[in-house]
């Protein structure tokens, strides 16, 4: 329980960090946090208007399940958000890139499921 408790806060520490490089006081797309706790589930959002344009769109979704694996369902930034989590003390073992087909995940250096 230590271990999922530790990668929740690294995920969290990370999913603040990555929002503030977005936190433009007068941008009219704002960058939002989502966190569930009880579930494991961290996500940051863009929403807002662009002059006649809607933005509304998923940054990154990170899970961190109960048995410790760190399940990194969507990574829409340019800074590879896998090598940061491993660069925070998450080990690659105990991070899915589930953006890949399970028969491709072997493929990546990272866990499998």
């Known amino acids: 329980m230590e271990k999922v408790t530790l990668y929740k806060s690294i995920v969290k520490q990370l999913q603040a960090e990555i929002a503030a490089l977005d936190d433009a006081p007068n941008d009219p797309i704002k960058t939002k946090i989502i966190q569930d706790d009880l579930h ?9 208007w662009l002059s006649e344009s809607r933005v509304y769109g ?16 969507n990574d829409g930034t340019d800074l590879v958000v896998a090598e940061m989590l491993e660069e925070k003390g998450i080990p690659k073992q105990d991070i899915v890139l589930a953006f890949y087909a399970p028969i491709r995940r072997p493929d990546t250096g990272y866990a499998v499921a």
């Open 58 to 73: 998923c940054y990154f979704h990170v899970e961190v399940t109960d048995d410790g694996k760190v399940w990194l369902h």
């Open 40 to 48: 494991g589930d961290y996500l940051l959002f863009s929403n807002g």
